[in-house]
């Protein structure tokens, strides 16, 4: 059976639905790929991000990643500046144009800035309030109730992952897989797998994401716009399912002829580019092993994430 190269698309902003949702849905139409479209669906408060400039890695990162010239200056005041625009209200006929060309859609979040800076140390009823808001708006918007979930920058509670029983969901893709610094699976057996007592079946991130090669160092070579995308397909050499989380901010403008690159080479791999659905039905039968809620770091990523360290 040909492995599965799973393409998971997280929307922050209302800039990357209005722009950079059309441009992925263009190019994967003419790679003939698969892939699911998650949607930040309430305000765009990306400004508010700026209080993290303490966090560790944080200013590496913006240093690294060119952070204006992706989000755009416009973005970057939402929130602070300017008044937050409501993606879900303003950009639905971009959101249902992307369902409508056949690719799979479900949730992000409601609030981005929010939800990825607050729900770990949030309760039950702020979690779930945060979940229905983004639950009745994604029915507005495609008229019918949601089914998966990604979460806003890997960050989830206890409350958050019991929601996706109770909604229904039968997989969603929350967390990461542990990598060591060059990118490459910690634990080469990291896959699928479920909380404790829970049904959901969560699909961690296997690979690194553009933002957090870029400008690194890694094997005495500077990773840049030239070479990150055969960095990339060196790591998927192994031919084995693999889930990987793109930004329509990032390969969907300034990085889309990386990510064209990394289709090509995808497919010369052979792998078929696939949705969230596609994994889910290729595994759904298999017995899957059961983790707790974990936190751990990634390289080039900042704080902690949800991670599947299968040796804890």
Known sequence: MEPLLVLKIDVDTYRGTREGVPNLARMLARHGAGATFLFSLGPDHTGRAMKRALRPGFFSKVSRTSVVEHYGLKTLMYGVLLPGPDIGAKAAAEMRAVRDAGFECGIHTWDHVLWQDAVRTRGDAWTLRMLEHSERRYREVFGQAPHTHGAAGWQMNGAAFARHDAAGYRYASDGRALLNDDGSLRD?????????????????????????????????????????????????????????????????????????????????????????????????????????????????????????????
């Open 188 to 312: 080469p057996q990291a896959g699928p797998y479920r909380l404790p007592g829970l049904s959901c079946i969560q699909m961690p991130t296997t690979l690194p994401t553009l933002d957090e090669l870029l400008g690194r160092e890694i094997g005495g070579k500077v990773l840049d716009e030239d070479n990150i995308a055969d960095h990339l397909l060196a790591l998927t050499a192994d031919r084995r399912d693999h889930v990987y989380t793109l930004h329509a901010e990032l390969e969907g403008q300034k990085l889309a002829p990386i990510f064209d690159r990394l289709l090509s080479g995808w497919k010369a791999q052979g792998y078929r580019l696939a949705a969230m659905a596609d994994y889910h039905e290729k595994i759904k039968d298999v017995p899957l092993p059961a983790y707790p809620l974990q936190w751990g770091q990634v390289p080039g990523r900042s704080g902690e994430l949800i991670v599947l360290d299968t040796h804890r």
